[in-house]
């Protein structure tokens, strides 16, 4: 019996939710695509911190092969990126 695979729309929800729920940062600049399993970020964070934590996120949802970063660290004007 093979595994049941999930589909790319229901684990980029499932990201999308994991990382706007997350308090730590904001996430609103993240955007996320989904092919195969394999998911990649892309945008910008406030600090390494915060693209570590993102990463971490993406890669605990179930059926996420791979996550590939393209975020960018950004310090914001009143975000200091201390997190």
Known sequence: MEPRVRSDDRIREDVCDRLME??????SAIDVRVENGDVTLNGAV???RARRRAEDLAERVGGVKNVYSGLR????????GAF
Do not use: C, E
């Open 22 to 27: 997350d308090p730590h940062f904001d996430a």
């Open 73 to 80: 660290v950004t310090h914001r004007p009143g975000h200091g």
């Open 46 to 48: 406030d600090s390494r």
